[in-house]
């Protein structure tokens, strides 16, 4: 990078001034190099330093890649000794044929302090290249490598524009020039993919952290906390923000190498021989033959990127509507927690290739300006003859312009503050969920088969969607194994919210749940329970039921629940999920009998039934429960089968306002 420095001020002051650099003018440019080029060196050595101690704590492992890793070995000592041949140069191209013994002799000494410390920092700046590459760390950003890259890159696009300005004035022979003019631009190439590569690698990573995080988070986060924060909130930072800061990076790669371009060049636009157009011409058709061929293949992989980000965006769908059911089963939880990481890592892999694939397209486009400009400046003159140095100025100053690199900034502007604030806002969700998430779900309690559960002066209060108070309790109240409790009450009787509190979901305000004679926390009442509430989601999958063995058992309900022609189970998957709401009540039913909880919660489970399944229900199933010593607990509006339960509640303003013995109606 130094060396693009010094050259870059030599051509400045050549093309300026039409003759040798003068010794003295280059006094202060040689000790602003110096400085800069001794400042980086010892940055270099400081990042060696830290490396050798990774190394050394063995937090470094030694990982080769292959010969991947050999390859851009081989690559990068290619590129190390142009860039030393192109400086052992400088003298006798920029310096009126001069050489180095001549210039430590006719120049201030700064001259060779300045050549000193760009050596250095080159030197340094490999080693410590070679180190983190072959000596990585896991999750390793390598900050300082790529803003090397992102900062070589500008500055050799602007050394390429500055070479062509010279051979355009120059009427001697162009090769030297035409050689610095590869260097330039390999180093710009080299230094845009590696950037591109690096910063896809660096910001898929972190969002692929950032997502697992959240989702960790948000199953750990009590249901009732979960309402508060919005399901909305989640679900758009966990899509729209994180895309938003994945779709940046290539505007944020350009808008970087502009900003350096534009500090260094000028703007030149100019059109005027028909021959160079054509030529120009060609040489642009051949690159978008080329763009055609290489773009098909990056559409293919971003396709298939597509595709797993539709699973992953399902998987979320399911962690939000389903999230009573995994909240109650610590199993159900981890498994559906594998599953949904498993499709998260899966999209961060297809993302990077597609990426990857994208970058290289992006290059074929850039090489187009500079393949033409080549050709226009080394190839013309020799194709055709009259062309003077007037007419390849005219031409190169267009393919020169600063339009393209103008353009590219304004739009980062905007993107970086989108950027801004979507991270922002997946970082504040995050920490909302952080404040209230609870520990205590990771901790596993034996389920007791034999469950006497009592409410002992429980009271809730919220305010519903007319921001009205709306609360619940005192209620004292027991329930048993073996026993059936029916509650019932009208619409907004505290029915659903009184459920809510028996099971967890809802953390009381006041007031005690008792399990055997102890009181249990809010975050583990869930286990005892197996519920259908009457927004009952149903996963592509039964996560947390051991269904290994039990297929005989798992074809008998599906037979008796009338539903064994709708859908098969394989290995615990569902073959589909696209029910009635009845049927999926059904296979509600179904899990609930899987987990074999000592208490079973239905919410209004009979009111999507068709009459003779609904007695079915209250008539056979229930029975069979209570004979298998589980406690049921119903919401039902079927006054008809009230008669079946061994005690009802009734529900008025969230209070306890009766508790008869069942009548059964006739």
């Known amino acids: 990078m130094l060396v693009f420095v010094l050259l870059l001020s030599v051509g400045l002051t050549q093309s300026a001034a039409a003759a040798p650099l003068d010794p003295a003018s280059a006094n202060g440019v040689s000790w602003l190099v110096a400085a800069v080029g001794g400042l980086f060196a010892l940055l270099s050595v400081v990042m060696i330093f830290a490396t050798l101690v990774g190394v050394v704590r063995k937090t470094r492992q030694f990982t080769g890649n292959g010969w991947q890793g050999l390859q851009g070995f081989l690559f990068s000592l290619v590129l190390v000794g142009a860039l030393g041949s192109g400086l052992y140069f400088v003298p006798d191209v920029f310096m009126d044929g001069a050489s180095w013994s001549e210039v430590s002799r006719d120049y201030p000494p700064s001259t060779m302090y300045a050549l000193y410390a760009i050596v250095a920092g080159i030197a340094a700046f490999y080693l ?17 490598t790529i803003s090397t890259f992102s900062v070589l890159s500008g500055m050799s696009y602007a050394f390429v524009m500055f070479i062509v300005n010279m051979a355009l004035a120059s009427d001697g022979s162009k090769l030297a020039l035409g050689a610095y003019f590869i260097l330039g631009l390999a180093f710009y190439v080299f230094g845009q993919k590696l950037v591109r590569a690096q910063l896809t690698r660096l910001t898929n990573n972190m969002l692929f952290a950032k997502r697992t995080e959240l989702i960790g988070k948000l199953l750990k986060t009590p249901y009732y906390k979960l309402e508060d924060v919005g399901s909305e909130k989640v679900y758009t930072s966990l899509n729209n923000d994180t895309e938003t800061i994945s779709g940046a990076i290539g505007m944020i790669v350009i808008g970087i190498t502009s900003s350096v371009t534009i500090i260094t060049s000028f703007v030149y636009l100019a059109i005027s021989s028909l021959w160079g157009l054509g030529m120009s011409f060609a040489m642009v058709l051949v690159a978008a033959v080329l763009l055609i061929v290489a773009n098909k293949s990056a559409n293919a992989k971003f396709n298939a990127a597509r595709d797993t980000q539709n699973i992953f965006f399902k998987y979320i769908n399911d ?144 305010k519903n969607a007319e921001n009205e108070k709306f609360s619940v309790g005192p209620i004292n109240y027991a329930f048993g194994t073996g026993e059936i409790i029916f509650i019932t009450g009208g619409n907004g009787s505290g029915k659903s919210t009184l459920a809510k509190l028996i099971t967890g979901l809802y953390k009381p305000d006041q007031g005690q749940v008792i399990v055997n004679g102890e009181a249990m926390d809010t975050e583990h009442l869930g286990q005892l329970f197996s519920t259908v509430f009457t927004d009952y989601f149903l996963f592509d999958k039964m996560y947390g039921i051991e269904h290994q063995g039990k297929e005989d058992v798992i074809d008998e309900y599906l037979h008796l629940l009338g539903v064994e022609d709708k859908l098969k189970i394989t290995d615990g998957v569902f073959s ?82 009766e508790d008869a013995e069942p009548v059964l109606a006739v």
């Open 128 to 144: 410590q290249f070679l180190l983190g590459m072959y000596f990585a760390r896991p999750k390793e950003r390598r900050i300082f």
């Open 576 to 657: 589909t999920t696209k029910l009635s709401t009845g049927q999926k009540k059904r296979i509600a039913l179904l899990i609930s009998y899987l987990e074999d909880r000592p208490v079973y919660l239905f919410d209004e489970w009979a009111a999507d039934q068709d009459p003779e399944f609904r007695q079915y229900f209250y008539e056979e199933l229930l029975p069979e429960m209570k004979a298998q010593g589980k406690c049921v607990i119903a919401i039902t509006h079927d006054d008809r089968y009230f008669g079946l339960a061994d005690k009802v509640i009734k529900m008025e303003q969230g209070q306890v306002v």
């Open 319 to 462: 962690l939000l509507g389903g999230f009573k059911e995994l909240y109650l089963n610590k199993a159900r939880r981890n498994d559906f927690q594998e599953d949904i990481v498993d499709s998260c890592e899966q999209y961060r892999t297809k993302r990077i290739d597609a990426e990857l694939v994208g970058a290289n397209v992006y290059f074929v486009g850039e090489l187009v300006a500079f393949v033409v400009l080549g050709g226009l400046v080394f190839m013309l003159p020799a194709l055709v003859s009259g062309v003077t140095n007037a007419t390849l100025s005219d031409y190169v100053l267009v393919f020169l312009f600063l339009k393209g690199p103008l353009d590219n900034v304004m739009n980062m502007i905007p993107r970086i503050s989108q950027v801004k604030v979507s991270w922002k806002r997946i970082n504040d969700i995050s920490e909302q969920i952080k404040a209230v998430e609870s520990e205590k779900m990771d901790i596993v309690q034996e389920i007791p088969s034999d469950v006497q559960l009592e409410l002992k002066d429980l009271q809730f209060s919220y």
